[in-house]
């Protein structure tokens, strides 16, 4: 890093009228970026009255929790009223199975397509790779047939099988191609000494995969806490994950339009993958680009 | 003797027990990737066989294996709700592209400066995308609404005649989706482009600088040249988030008013799953896979046709 060329150059930059109008125009565009998540919070805070009164950006004349106390304990999504705890839970206990799953057979699936290849595992990958591509609208009708034929339809179970499904080549790709930039002379002197498929995956790859592991775990924890597809086609009532009962809860028709509740809820909704970007943002992005870089 | 006796052990063994071994170990790899290959193989392109069944079927609220050839894409092409939903996916698609690529490449440009606290703005920048579009879905649906929203904003601050009603105006309700969708996505393209960028060889900026040319020119004539590859990633990844855009379709306007804002994906969710024409909504995710198999097949032919030439 030329960190001392950066310096000096920020140092005389600011007195530039140009370098005014930049810092101007990236402010603007923060702000505008800022606006949704503010006004959701702002809103989340006030009571009914004052939300009519006021507008978007006024703050609050009295913050107020009962936005988030009915939207988290007794508000209601379609026709019942017990707020969107359970659907919170619901969303964690999919999301955590779903996740390990889905990491730990990509990283298998990597370590076999990058140091164990056979004819035809580059096709097979491609293959697999193409059809993380394809819109998922395509397969719908027929795993819902099949997850009732399993008796999965409408359980837990059933969506953390679905998103294990459809998220294992992204997880397979992102440690094969982490993996293939591992110097394969490592592998080999392991088989030379007579370490076996198992031995060399635990004891040489394994301990140096922390930074891919993260980047999958994060982007699996993001894509499938975000899904709302599949968690309305293949669950139903109580197993319903947070972003349905989101949906359900912001279109129900009965009653007063609550838009602190809305919001409120909308910001739970938000807040697991929010956290996780804020405190590990840095894996978060290089899973976002390592899904376009394809190998 | 002790200690050739200790030396020759672990050489005649592992021989001996790498005969049968081998055997298993050649088996492993092919035996871990095998549950991913039966996924592959049954939920990808199984299921994707299944779908086409579907729609060559007469299958209405139960499946039916009753083949009718063309005659739910025929339906289909004669459904006004389906061509509504097709155009707005062509009108999204390409506003929603265009405007993120253009926005993207600026902020990163502006971004590129050497500017202090560059990584709290692109934090700022990127955080929408690690949100579900529900939530920016329900957000905006608030911020947008015609009584209270934004208009009701601009208007307490003086501008009493601003109006906003484009959700629920059935001439505009499609474009309320591209803000949405632009303001969820334009940080990522930002990142991608200010990663393309970080990743060009400065001696070759600096070579231009001597010769004497302007900023604007550098970027124009040689930088932006330089990131090709960006352009169609982004594009590809930006085409294949509008074509299943279904989540923000359904947050935001429920395709409504009407059908005015509806898109396939929304379309064929609802003809599938809730009003019972399951061949008609198969015949339409045909059609999706066809629109993403016209973007994704040339892509993926440069694409190889390039590796080749290196």
Not at chain 1, 93 to 113: C, D, E, H, R, W
Not at chain 2, 99 to 104: A, E, K, R, S
Not at chain 2, 191 to 206: H, M, N, Q, S, T
Not at chain 2, 251 to 262: E, F, I, N
Request: glycine share 8%; aromatic share 14%; proline share 4%.
């Amino acid at each position: 890093m030329t960190s001392t060329t950066v310096n000096t150059e920020v140092m005389k930059k600011p007195l530039q009228p140009g370098r005014w109008l930049i810092y101007g125009i990236l402010i603007l565009f923060a702000l505008i970026y800022l606006m949704p998540l503010i006004v959701m919070l702002l809103t989340s805070f006030k009571t009914s009255a004052d939300i009519r009164s006021g507008n978007l950006m006024s703050l609050p004349t009295e913050w107020v929790f009962d936005g988030w106390i009915k939207a988290w304990g007794s508000a209601c999504t379609g026709v019942n009223c017990d707020g969107i705890k359970g659907y919170f839970w619901n969303s964690m206990q999919m999301v955590i199975p779903a996740v390990l799953i889905s990491t730990m057979m990509g990283a298998f699936n990597g370590y076999v397509l990058a140091k164990w290849r056979f004819r035809g595992s580059d096709l097979f990958f491609s293959l697999m790779l193409f059809g993380c591509f394809i819109p998922f609208q395509v397969i719908l009708l027929p795993m819902a047939q099949s997850l009732g034929y399993v008796g999965l339809a409408n359980t837990t179970a059933g969506l953390v099988t679905v998103h294990v499904i459809y998220g294992v080549a992204f997880t397979t790709m992102f440690f094969r191609n982490y993996y293939v930039s591992i110097p394969d002379e490592l592998v080999k002197a392991a088989k030379l000494d007579g370490a076996g498929f198992f031995t060399i995956f635990f004891r040489i790859l394994l301990p140096i995969s922390k930074p891919i592991f993260m980047v999958c775990v994060i982007w699996q924890f993001t894509a499938i806490w975000n899904d709302f597809l599949f968690g309305v086609v293949y669950s139903a009532g109580d197993t319903q994950p947070m972003t349905v009962a989101l949906n359900n809860l912001v279109n129900t028709s009965t009653g007063v339009k609550e838009y602190n509740v809305d919001m409120a809820a909308a910001i739970l909704a938000a807040l697991p993958t929010l956290l996780v970007y804020f405190f590990a943002g840095k894996y978060f992005v290089r899973g976002l680009t390592a899904g376009v870089v394809k190998g | 003797m002790s200690t050739s006796h200790v030396l020759s052990e672990p050489v005649i063994r592992p021989q001996s027990k790498r005969f049968s071994l081998d055997g298993l170990q050649k088996w492993l790899p092919k035996l871990v990737l095998a549950p991913t290959m039966l996924i592959t193989i049954v939920c990808i392109y199984g299921y994707m066989a299944w779908t086409t069944l579907i729609s060559f079927s007469n299958s209405s609220f139960l499946p039916s294996y009753k083949l009718v050839g063309f005659k739910q894409y025929i339906k289909l092409l004669d459904n006004d709700r389906w061509l509504v939903s097709s155009t707005n996916l062509l009108i999204f698609g390409l506003l929603f592209i265009a405007i993120c690529l253009v926005l993207g490449i600026f902020l990163a440009i502006l971004l590129d400066q050497q500017i202090q606290q560059e990584g709290a703005i692109r934090t700022i920048f990127l955080y929408p995308m690690a949100i579900s579009f529900i939530v920016t879905g329900t957000a905006w649906k608030w911020i947008l609404n015609p009584g209270l929203g934004l208009e009701k904003m601009l208007n307490d601050w003086g501008w009493s005649s601003f109006q906003f009603d484009w959700l629920v105006d059935p001439q505009m309700s499609i474009y309320t989706l591209v803000i949405a969708a632009v303001w969820q996505s334009s940080g990522f393209v930002m990142a991608l482009f200010l990663a393309g960028l970080r990743g060009i060889d400065p001696a070759i900026v600096k070579a231009a600088q001597i010769d004497g040319a302007s900023k604007p020119t550098i970027y124009r004539r040689i930088v932006l040249p330089c990131l090709r590859p960006v352009f169609f990633s982004a594009i590809i990844v930006l085409s294949h988030i509008a074509i299943k855009s279904f989540d923000l379709v359904t947050a935001l306007t429920s395709g409504g008013p009407g059908y005015s804002s509806d898109l396939p994906a929304l379309f064929m969710y609802s003809h599938a799953f809730t009003r019972g024409q399951m061949g008609l909504g198969a015949a339409s995710a045909m059609m999706m896979l066809a629109g993403v198999l016209a973007i994704l097949v040339p892509y993926l032919y440069s694409e190889l046709r390039g590796q080749r030439h290196d």
